[in-house]
T-cell receptor
Framework: SQKIEQNSEALNIQEGKTATLTCNYTNYSPAYLQWYRQDPGRGPVFLLLIRENEKEKRKERLKVTFDTTLKQSLFHITASQPADSATYLC???????????FGSGTRLSIRP | DVKVTQSSRYLVKRTGEKVFLECVQD?????MFWYRQDPGLGLRLIYF???????EKGDIPEGYSVSREKKERFSLILESASTNQTSMYLC???????????FGPGTRLTVL
């Protein structure tokens, strides 16, 4: 079955630096991959979607890459701020299915 | 803005009780989902529905059932609650299969 692995450890980054989060998957490549942000006690909030034929997607300070050879997506937050501290979830799905498979998330902490 | 609401933020029930978790979305979305989230395990799909009166099993449907009588409402039912169903339950909706999901705030259920 398909598995998703995200950075197992929490990530601590100095404010102003670029945070990079990793999402690796096994088996066959998904049709698209999504990234969500989740704050404690709240539901996830959608950030970005990248399709298998796209190498990179940007939105303001966020950048997502998708490497189907490495079976990996990287999520970057440039000029990080303490307000970026949250858990970030990677999710993938296949064009023939409605359901999405989520990773367990990476907790990111940005220290001032 | 899309709004997904869940009937309770916190719920405490006893073993063997029948539990209803309600979810309502206000954006006429076709697809609705129920997940549970546990530490280290991420979001796991329980059931989803792509139309009124339609339902599909997710990855962990055992011990749960669902109902979708109206497009905007998707209910999760625990027929006989057990302690291993203590968890955070998240409802989500999306307009299309390969689209972002909009999540509710979650219901933290404790079964004693």
């Amino acid at each position: 079955s398909q598995k998703i692995e995200q950075n197992s450890e929490a990530l601590n980054i100095q404010e102003g630096k670029t945070a990079t989060l990793t999402c690796n998957y096994t088996n066959y490549s998904p049709a698209y991959l999504q990234w969500y942000r989740q704050d404690p006690g709240r539901g996830p909030v959608f950030l970005l979607l990248i399709r298998e034929n796209e190498k990179e997607k940007r939105k303001e300070r966020l950048k997502v890459t998708f490497d189907t050879t490495l079976k990996q997506s990287l999520f970057h937050i440039t000029a990080s701020q303490p307000a970026d501290s949250a858990t970030y979830l990677c999710a993938l799905a296949y064009s023939s299915a409605s359901k999405i498979i989520f990773g367990s998330g990476t907790r990111l902490s940005i220290r001032p | 803005d899309v709004k997904v609401t869940q009937s309770s933020r916190y719920l405490v029930k006893r073993t063997g009780e029948k539990v209803f978790l309600e979810c309502v979305q206000d954006m006429d979305h076709e697809n609705m989902f129920w997940y549970r989230q546990d530490p280290g395990l991420g979001l796991r799909l329980i059931y989803f529905s792509y139309d009124v009166k339609m339902k599909e099993k997710g990855d962990i449907p055992e011990g749960y059932s669902v109902s979708r009588e109206k497009k905007e409402r998707f209910s999760l039912i625990l027929e006989s609650a057990s302690t291993n169903q203590t968890s955070m339950y998240l409802c989500a909706s999306s307009p299309f299969a390969d689209n972002e999901q909009f999540f509710g705030p979650g219901t933290r259920l404790t079964v004693l």
